[in-house]
C-alpha cells in the first residue's frame, strides 16, 4: 500500500505562482500514471494534468501554457508548477497514481488534498 501526500497549497493572488508537491510513500518506478485533479465546491471532480511512466504529458484546456506537470523517481515525488493562476483555479487539488505491480495487479492510490485559493 502506497501513501501519497500532497503539499505545497495556499493563498495566492491572481497572477501569482505555487507549486504543488505529491511525495510517494515508495517507489513511484512502478505507477504506470499519475495525475492532479482538481474539486470546487459545487463542481466534480476533474483530471487538471497527467503523466505516464513514458513521461508523456497531457492538460486539460483551461491550464495548458499555465501549468506543468512533472516528476522526479529518485525522490518519489510529482510536481504540478501553476503559474499566472486564475480565481477560476481556486479547489482542492489531489494527488492520484495508477500502479501495475510485478504481479500484474493493478492499484489507484489517492492523496488527502492541498487547498488552493487564489484572490482577484
Known amino acids: 500500500q502506497v501513501q501519497l501526500v500532497e503539499s505545497g497549497g495556499g493563498l495566492v493572488q491572481a497572477g501569482g505562482s505555487l507549486r504543488l508537491s505529491c511525495a510517494a510513500s515508495?517507489?513511484?518506478?512502478?505507477?504506470?500514471?499519475m495525475g492532479w485533479y482538481r474539486q470546487a465546491p459545487g463542481k466534480q471532480r476533474e483530471l487538471v494534468a497527467g503523466?505516464?511512466?513514458?513521461?508523456?504529458?497531457n492538460y486539460v484546456d483551461s491550464v495548458k501554457g499555465r501549468f506543468t506537470i512533472s516528476r522526479d523517481i529518485s525522490k518519489n515525488t510529482m510536481y504540478l508548477q501553476m503559474n499566472s493562476l486564475k480565481p477560476e483555479d481556486t479547489a482542492v487539488y489531489y494527488c492520484?497514481?495508477?500502479?501495475?505491480?510485478?504481479?500484474?495487479?493493478?492499484?489507484?492510490?489517492w492523496g488527502q488534498g492541498t487547498q488552493v485559493t487564489v484572490s482577484s
Open positions: 492520484n497514481a495508477n500502479q501495475r505491480t510485478s504481479l500484474d495487479r493493478w492499484y489507484n492510490y
Open positions: 515508495g517507489s513511484i518506478f512502478s505507477f504506470v500514471s
Open positions: 503523466i505516464t511512466s513514458g513521461s508523456i504529458t
